[in-house]
């Protein structure tokens, strides 16, 4: 009896002795999290140089006018709304015009583009004008509020057409929350006017102004309405510092 538990002695000191301590993996963990959120880091930045890069591809490919040509940041920032606006199904998938209004320029010179981003040309280059009370030639107000004559900045889409007290109207669905999205009760919509030429504003320093509605000239609002209409994206750019940090359709 005195030799069995001598062997088992023997034994247990033997299966010990190949016990191996565990590693410390406290280190080994922090520093798998640090590289994975190093990893997330450098990914976003590629896909926002990447989103940047495609904007200055398709810009530099599309046939501008020299003269009236459309600033690359504003062209930017409406690519960057209009990709949003079809990832989250405002726009359908093969939604390809794009209308650009530059409302930081002059009245007196075309300052609205309508972009065929799959044809990579301008259908129209206009004059555009604001509301009453934003501005004289240059737009400096705008707001969201019924009855005030104002123009709204941000992005809308367009919806159907109707004849109206300013004939062939287009309806706008303003996307930007606080900015724009009372643009169908406030009746902002596209329309044709006589005041908005070249012989106007030679008359007057400045082209006429609407009640907040982006009118163009009266022989381009057909053309113009019936091309863009029925879930399109226009995109009227104002260098608002709130609005460029507020719209969800501008957030990285």
């Given amino acids: 009896m005195k030799g069995f538990y001598s062997a088992l002695g023997m034994m247990y000191m033997i299966t010990t002795s190949f016990y191996i301590a565990p590693k410390y993996t406290a280190n080994t963990t922090t520093s798998t999290a640090f590289n994975k959120t190093e990893i997330v ?3 976003s930045v590629s896909t926002e140089k990447t989103a940047l890069e495609k904007s200055e591809e398709l810009y530099k490919s599309i046939i501008f006018d020299n003269s009236h040509q459309l600033n690359f940041d504003v062209f930017a920032k409406a ?30 010179v075309k300052r609205l583009w309508v972009i065929d981003l799959d044809q990579k040309t301008v259908l129209f280059n206009s004059l555009v004008a604001h509301g009453k009370n934003t501005g004289d030639e240059y737009a ?3 707001s969201n509020t019924e009855s005030s004559l104002q123009s709204s900045m941000g992005f809308y ?3 159907t057409t109707y004849e109206g007290g300013n004939g062939y109207s287009l309806k ?5 929350k606080g900015f724009n999205d009372a643009a169908l009760q406030r009746a902002v919509v596209m329309h044709g006017a006589d005041y908005v030429s070249e012989e106007f ?28 209409k029925g879930k399109n994206c226009l995109f009227i750019y104002y260098p608002d510092q709130n609005y460029l940090a507020s719209s969800e359709w501008l957030k990285a």
Avoid at 172 to 176: A, E, K, T
């Fill in 79 to 108: 690519i960057q709304g209009f990709d949003k606006l079809k990832e989250t199904g405002k726009l359908p998938s093969e939604a390809h015009l794009l209308t650009v209004c530059d409302f930081s320029l002059s009245s007196n």
């Fill in 172 to 176: 706008l669905l303003g996307m930007d």
């Fill in 201 to 228: 504003a030679a008359a007057h320093k400045r082209i006429g102004r609407s009640w907040g509605c982006p009118a163009v000239p009266r022989a381009l609002a057909q053309p113009i309405i019936n091309t863009i």
């Fill in 140 to 142: 400096t107000n705008f």
């Fill in 157 to 159: 889409i367009t919806d």
């Fill in 41 to 43: 880091k450098e990914s």
